[in-house]
Structures are given as structure tokens and as C-alpha cells.
């Protein structure tokens, strides 16, 4: 059988607010090399990473100065495009995930359909404004800006939970998983899942 290269995206995007180089292989193992300048995205991007079995290089410098919103909302923009440039035009992938991910008192599900039709529902009310120096408002955002430009279809629901930090984790945690179960080749494809015969 023949060994298919790696599913990989490459994202350079640079504007007056924010510099990102963000590179994103589907066929990883979970390595990374993460640096946002904001802290509490490079551990969430991690976990990201980890738990879907993903190699995930980023380098972001923004205004963070001003705030983290800039950056957080355009690590989202350059995830997205990474992955829809990784999975090509018509991959034959399995395109839907879904994963309940629990965190102590937390409980997340999020489920996401590789439909390039993107949308997202957020049902996610979290405790508090911030965690540490973080705006937990903008994990929000990213999740806008990553179903936007990935062309995906989105849905986050907050089952349970008190704490707002294991709140976004087991959400970036069930990213993880289900965009990797969606990601998954499926041999019985040959394009893409759907009676149109494309995406």
C-alpha cells in the first residue's frame, strides 16, 4: 500500500495588528512548538494539538497591548485556512466529529461536520470575564473566526461546569478530538462524503 505524504497546511498572515506563521499537520502525533504571546491560547492551543493528534507549530506577535482579541481572533482566521488547505479541495475524509470531553465538574460537547458550509452555535455561559489576564469572551471568538474561515460547521454546548478555565479547556480539548475523528481518512471514499459529490 502506498504511504500518502502527510496532510499539511501553511499559514502566513500579516496585518497592522498581528504577525502569524501557524503550520498544521493532520497526520501528527501531537507535537508542538506554540508562542502567541498570549499565554493562556498557547496552553489551549496545545491541548488542541495533543488531544487530536496533531502537529501544530505556531508564531504569533499582535497588539497585545491593547488586548489578546486581535491575536486570539486571527490564530482562529489561521487555523481555519490551515486546515482547509491541509484537507484539499474533496478529501475523503469521515467529515463529522463529535466528542463530550469532561473536566472535573465540566462537561463539553461539541460536534462539527467538515461541510464548508460555515456556522457556529456557542452555548457556552462562562462564570467569569477573565481567567488570569485572559477575556474568557474570546474563545468565542475564536471558535467564530475558526468554523468562518475552515468552512465548518460548529456546535459547542456547555452540559455542565463552574469553573470558566475547565470550561474552555475541555472545549478546546473536544476540538481536538472531534475534528480529529473528522479529519480520519475513510478508504471506502474515493472524494467527498456527500450525494452531491462535492463539498
Known sequence: MTKLPPRQGQIDRKTKETEIHLSLCLDGAGQTAIDTGVPFMDHMLTLFAVHGFFNLTVEAKGDIEVDGHHTVEDLGICLGQALKEALGSNPSVT????????????????ALDLSNRP???????????TVGTFDTELA????????????????????????????IEATFKALGRALDQATTLDPRLNGALSSKGSL
Request: charged share 20%.
Open 140 to 167: 468565542k471568538e475564536f471558535m467564530r473566526a475558526f468554523s468562518l474561515h475552515g468552512g465548518v460547521t460548529l456546535h459547542v454546548d456547555l452540559l455542565r461546569g463552574e469553573n470558566s478555565h475547565h470550561i
Open 119 to 129: 456556522f457556529l452555535s456557542y452555548e457556552v455561559a462562562l462564570p467569569t470575564a
Open 95 to 110: 467529515r463529522y466529529g463529535l466528542a463530550a470531553v469532561p473536566m472535573d465538574e465540566t462537561l463539553v460537547r461539541l
